[in-house]
């Protein structure tokens, strides 16, 4: 069935900027933690390791990496990306919604380490500039040369006339870009933003809101906490195991991993593709072929990539092989849909790196 969307413009027109050409999104909201050393060199280090699933070890100076922390039972408290600022120092930059429960945590997980835990979630603005024209934009106000900085690597540099700026290409779109932090008063912020779209003017960058941010990240598979992941779910039904450094020393939640994974998935994590009208939307239950509950919706939407309705959704591993029948419940009617690859969407290959979570 073809999809219908809603009348031009909005998060449509969004979307397809980002795709195509270039937007900017306001993500201010999310939160920062600056974790470094204490009174000797190497405290920071034990601690983001304690706190943290990846291997922060293998990070070097300037790179930065998704990783996510984790309660004793393996589930998540959330998803982050690690930045290595310098030789025992780091920034975890961390969700909005999970903001103040994630600072508290990680200073009350950090005590026993000799570190400073710094929270800088209202030092900066920051703004990710995402499409395979935002290079174009930022470098239109930088002097440091982003061809040098690859997927998933930062720096610091002018920017705008404001000196020492980070400028990172990562994001949560599927696309090539980048994010950058400046000073979080009304007046500089004021002045980037408007700077950022004048330079943007000529590749028809346009202001994007979290409805299109939203429907980007799905159609890339990057994972939203409380949707996706969540205190109830492990790092193995989720599948981001490759994110999840077991060999590395002890950290918060491996035991209960090693655990889970010989107990073998009771759940797994799908994508979905609608065959008959209808949209799955977050939540909405799944059945098999003989009317059966079994699982549910995690995020779900209109592609406008695709041009087809498309969800992510827990079910049991029997029934996730590609090529699969199951059926969504939305209203009263159980419509049909079926196991397809994931991400729904990645970028073409002839293009620059586009950034989805490099492990």
Known sequence: ?????????????????VRSSVGVFDVSHMGDIRIHSGKKPGGALAAVQHISMNDASKLAIGQARYSAM???????????IVHRLGDDDY?????????????????ENTKGFDCVVEDLSDS??????????????????????LGTIKNYWFTHGALCGLKNTLIARTGYTGEDGFEIYVPSDVTTSEVVWSKVM?????????????GARNTLRLEAKMALYGHE????????????????????????????LEKARAAGLKRTLVGLEMIDRGIARDEYRCFNEAGDFIGVVTSGSPSPTLGKNIALAYVPPVLSALGTILYVEVRTQKCKAKVVPTPFYKRPKTAAPHTAHVA
């Open 91 to 107: 920034l975890l930059v961390i969700n909005a919604g999970t903001r103040a429960k994630d600072i508290h945590w990680v200073r």
């Open 124 to 145: 900066y603005t920051q703004l990710a500039i995402q499409g395979p024209r935002g290079v174009d934009v930022v470098q239109k106000l930088t002097d440091v040369k």
């Open 229 to 256: 992941i969540s205190e109830k779910i492990n790092v193995w039904e989720a599948g981001l195991d490759r994110y999840c450094k077991m060999e590395k020393s002890d950290f918060i939640g491996r035991d209960a």
């Open 1 to 17: 069935m073809p999809v219908e969307y809603p009348s031009s413009g909005g998060l449509i027109a969004e979307h397809r900027a």
């Open 70 to 80: 984790l309660y004793p039972e393996g589930t998540f408290v959330d998803d982050v």
């Open 198 to 210: 004048d330079a943007g003017g000529e590749f028809g960058i346009i202001p994007c809101g979290l």
